[in-house]
């Protein structure tokens, strides 16, 4: 199979009613886990990269490795997101790394903590986008900022996210202004903000209407019908995952996340792209855990990282499978991206204005 775009990829999602999850990886083992989990369901993949990630492995190492992975599975289609691009050059650099797809976080300034104004987010989110569409890539653009109703704060703990306190009215897509946001901007899909928060402490009581805002998803959707809508902040912090890790010597302070039962319910109303780093992070170092636990002699890495991989293996699979992405692989006939540079250029990859318009 081949490298997709994210615009096709999620075109596919809403035509069927499904969404895909878009896992962060950092090395080689997260890689390989993502895509067993998808091989063994059929299921298309979007993995993403920070920042963070990309300093850490190395744009030459990371590329190479997407390459590898297109090689060992075929039949798989798969997406690479850059995920929360700062700036232009951070996007620029990602699809020349062949990347398909990418964020441009416009709703913080460059430093990734202050946040922006609305002009700033339009005008650099257009930019980014008139050029990567240029070259066939999607885009990812995110109006209102990621933060929890219940504190007020967003989360920076991953190194990005809003610093001090934030508004509800930040915290909260407008659904009005989504609809020149996207009118403005021409991206491809959607992050709105709606409660969650990047991390693993979301939540600190399972989440009602009050804290997790699903209510602006479906006023977003009902203005937007053809916009992909893109949730952030989306692990769920099994109970069964903080458990492992506090059986084995981990301080995990009580937490909950974004239950899989709002997010199937966010599918319903145009919700097409899951972001989840938090929980996949959780399954590998509670494996990390229990083996130094059970075996405080053993020091050779692989008898750490195979349970951790089968660990989030299992964990995509059941977000694959959840999600309906499951089964989905071998109905994609891939687009080349020269080929979604024509359609873009043609205003072929538009329905979203003409949706606005009618909204
Ligand atoms: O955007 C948030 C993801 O959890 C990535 O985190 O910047 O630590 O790689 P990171
Ligand atoms: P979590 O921290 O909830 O996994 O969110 C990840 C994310 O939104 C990456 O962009
Ligand atoms: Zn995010």
Same mark, same amino acid.
């Given at each position: 199979?081949? *490298? ?12 069927? %009613? ?10 080689m083992? #997260? %890689? ?8 063994a369901?059929?299921?298309?993949? +979007?993995i993403?990269? @920070?920042?963070?990630? !990309?300093?850490?492995?190395n ?11 297109v ?14 691009g ?7 650099t ?10 441009m ?18 005008? +650099? ?6 050029m990567?569409? =240029? ?5 990812e /653009?995110?109006l209102?900022?990621l /933060?929890s ?8 703990e991953? /190194?990005?996210?809003?610093? /001090?306190?934030? &508004?509800?009215? $930040?915290?909260l897509?407008?659904?009005d202004q =989504?609809?020149?946001?996207?009118? #403005? ?14 991390g ?6 399972k989440?009602?209407?009050?804290i997790?805002?699903m209510?602006? +998803?479906?006023?977003i959707?009902? !203005?937007?019908?053809? &916009?992909?809508l ?5 692990? @769920?912090?099994? $109970?069964?995952l $903080? ?10 302070p #009580? &937490? ?14 145009g ?6 780093d ?10 990390? *855990? ?9 020091f050779?890495p692989r ?9 989030? *293996?299992?964990?995509c !699979? ?6 309906? &992405?499951?089964?989905?692989a071998? !109905? ?9 540079a024509?359609?873009?250029a ?7 204005? @003409?949706a606005? *318009?009618a909204?």
């Open positions: 199979m081949a *490298r997709i775009t994210l615009r096709q990829l999620l075109d596919h999602a809403a035509e069927r %009613g499904y969404a895909v999850p878009a896992f962060n990886i950092n090395n083992e #997260q %890689g390989l886990a993502i895509m067993d989990a998808a091989s369901c059929d299921a298309p993949v +979007i993403q990269a @920070s920042r963070g990630a !990309r300093s850490y492995a744009d030459i190492m990371l590329s190479r490795m997407m390459d590898a992975l090689e060992i599975y075929p039949d798989i289609p798969l997406c690479i997101h850059q995920d929360h700062n700036n232009e050059a951070t996007c620029l990602a699809i020349r790394h062949g990347f398909t797809s990418v964020m976080d416009g709703s913080l300034m460059a430093d990734g903590k202050t946040p922006a104004s609305y002009d700033y987010n339009v005008e +650099i989110t257009a930019t980014v986008a008139e990567a569409h =240029a070259v066939g890539a999607s885009v /653009g995110e209102g900022v /933060g109703l219940e504190s007020g704060h967003g989360e920076a991953d /190194g990005h996210g809003a610093a /001090g306190a934030l &508004t509800q009215e $930040q915290m897509t407008d659904p =989504a609809v020149d946001f996207v009118l #403005q901007t021409r991206v491809d899909a959607l992050a709105i903000a709606c409660g969650t928060s990047h693993a402490y979301k939540f600190s009581r989440p009602d209407g009050d997790l805002a209510h602006v +998803i479906e006023a959707h009902e !203005r937007l019908p053809n &916009t992909h893109v949730m952030h902040g989306s692990s @769920s912090v099994p $109970q069964e $903080q458990d492992i890790i506090n059986a084995n010597g981990g301080e995990m #009580q &937490t909950f996340g974004v239950p899989v039962e709002e997010i199937v319910r966010g599918i319903r109303h919700v097409r792209k899951v972001n989840i938090t929980d996949c992070r959780m399954a590998m170092a509670g494996q990390f *855990r229990k083996v130094a636990t059970a075996s405080p002699a053993e050779d008898k750490f990282l195979k349970p951790a991989m089968d660990a989030m *293996r299992d964990l !699979r059941a977000r694959f499978e959840a999600f309906g &992405t499951a089964g989905n071998g !109905r994609i006939k891939v687009i080349p991206m020269d080929e979604m024509k359609r873009h043609g205003g072929l990859l538009d329905p979203q204005m @003409s606005a *318009r909204a």
